[in-house]
């Protein structure tokens, strides 16, 4: 997952990144207890950074500085989305496995 934090204008705390987990960009209010998701929680919901800009509009601008690096490191297209998850999914069982496999071995 990526993850870029940046403050708005009026010093609110953002984060925006990937989640291969739902296939999806998204954004968020970050505060001290929790963060809130704003946008780009359920599967495949933003599929790219132009979405996510759009979506963003009314609320608050992307940093260009942030938006390269979205582009830069996430994915560029749909099919890459799905990889994505796909990679995402395999890394959980691998670990899950891993976990089992040693807990019973009493590693």
């Given amino acids: 997952m990526s993850r870029y934090v940046f ?5 609110q705390s953002w984060a925006v990144g990937f989640d291969p987990s739902v296939a999806s960009y ?11 998701t704003v946008i780009g929680d359920g599967y495949g919901e933003i599929r ?3 979405e996510l800009k759009k979506k963003l509009e009314q609320r608050v601008q992307l940093p ?6 979205l582009r830069a490191r996430g994915p560029k297209t749909v099919t890459d989305l799905h ?8 890394r959980g069982m ?14």
């Fill in 7 to 11: 403050a708005d204008e009026q010093g």
């Fill in 26 to 36: 998204f954004a968020q209010i970050d505060s001290t207890n929790d963060a809130t």
């Fill in 48 to 50: 790219s950074v132009d």
């Fill in 64 to 69: 260009a500085a942030i938006e390269d690096q």
């Fill in 83 to 90: 990889a994505a998850r796909a990679r995402s999914r395999v």
């Fill in 94 to 107: 691998e670990q899950h496995i891993f976990k089992t496999t040693h807990d019973g071995m009493g590693i």
